[in-house]
């Protein structure tokens, strides 16, 4: 007899809930004294000014901060973003009937919330700070984070969108890279923070799935417009950080790095290459956005 949608959503719950039990604290686990402020955070390559003429001319020590502030803007990203889906999952718990989902909802919080925990702990002992007006965040995508429908089509769309970019820039991290140095504390909580994002990613995927498919046709050809430029704005925002980061890691003022940055075509390439793998996801579940060949 063919599995049910109900029973194969209780298997996948009880699944994610198994591998979530077994909970690691990266407050208690990371050796935080091995913050290293002369390491890469992220890997040269993987930096936004990455093969710039201008930026692969200035000082190691220069190169190596801007990778400790695109780090650090990747990381208020993620404060962000685990933010909204904190509360929007706390405020669910009472509502959802199946005990397994309800469980699913708390382990993430925990998870999400360490995530949270310690990025602090990283920015505060390493000293690096993004001001306010240079983090990735917007007041409408806030806005519509905490009034789209939950559960519904849209928010979990605007889910994958925000942990699927955000992990593959992790990622970027522990993935090795010769001759560069990476702090070994950021190696490890890249790796602790890639960890779970599968699990997360595998739960938002299957529910995305579901949410979408039950849209009327109309309703998924109408609401696709809204998802493409979702796409597009927060790659834009996410990997191409605002003129006073590069100022704030000690870049040359007279230079318009961001302006660099867009225009830089291994940058394009990142940015489409990384996006690419959602974009076939959210094209496979009915939307459609991207390139339609």
């Known amino acids: 007899m063919p599995e049910t949608l109900a029973s194969a959503q209780t298997r996948l719950f009880k699944r994610l809930n198994a591998s979530s039990a077994p909970y690691v604290d990266p407050l208690a ?13 992220l890997p040269p390559d993987a930096l936004s000014l990455a093969g710039i003429a201008e930026f692969e001319a200035l000082p190691l020590a220069v190169r190596r901060r801007l990778s400790h502030h695109e780090f650090a803007y990747l990381l208020e990203a993620g404060l962000w973003l685990e933010s909204l889906f904190i509360q929007r ?17 708390l382990n993430e919080i925990r998870e999400e919330a360490g995530h949270s925990l310690m990025f602090l702990e990283l920015l505060g002992r390493a000293g690096v700070r993004i001001p306010a007006a240079a983090r990735p965040r917007s007041a409408a995508a806030t806005a519509l984070g905490r009034l789209l429908p939950f559960p519904g089509a849209l928010f979990w769309t605007v889910t994958v969108i925000g942990e699927e970019l955000g992990d593959r820039l992790n990622r970027m991290v522990p993935r090795g890279v010769e001759d560069v140095i990476v702090s070994a504390v950021v190696y490890h909580m890249a790796r602790l923070h890639a960890r779970d994002e599968a ?62 940055a867009r225009a830089n075509p291994a940058r394009r390439a990142f940015v489409a290459q990384a996006t690419a793998p959602t974009i076939e996801f959210l094209r496979s579940v009915g939307w459609r956005v991207g390139d339609e060949r």
């Open 29 to 41: 686990v990371l050796r935080w004294e091995s913050v290293a402020m002369d390491a890469w955070w």
């Open 199 to 260: 699990r997360h990613i595998a739960h938002t995927r299957a529910v995305c799935a579901e949410a979408v498919r039950r849209l009327a046709p109309w309703q998924r050809l109408a609401l696709s417009p809204v998802v493409a430029m979702a796409v597009a704005q927060y790659a834009r925002r996410l990997c191409y950080p605002p003129r006073v980061l590069y100022l704030g890691a000690g870049l040359p003022p007279q230079t318009d790095w961001g302006a660099l």
């Open 89 to 105: 999952l706390g405020g669910a718990i009472d509502r959802e009937p199946d005990p397994e989902r309800r469980r699913y909802y």
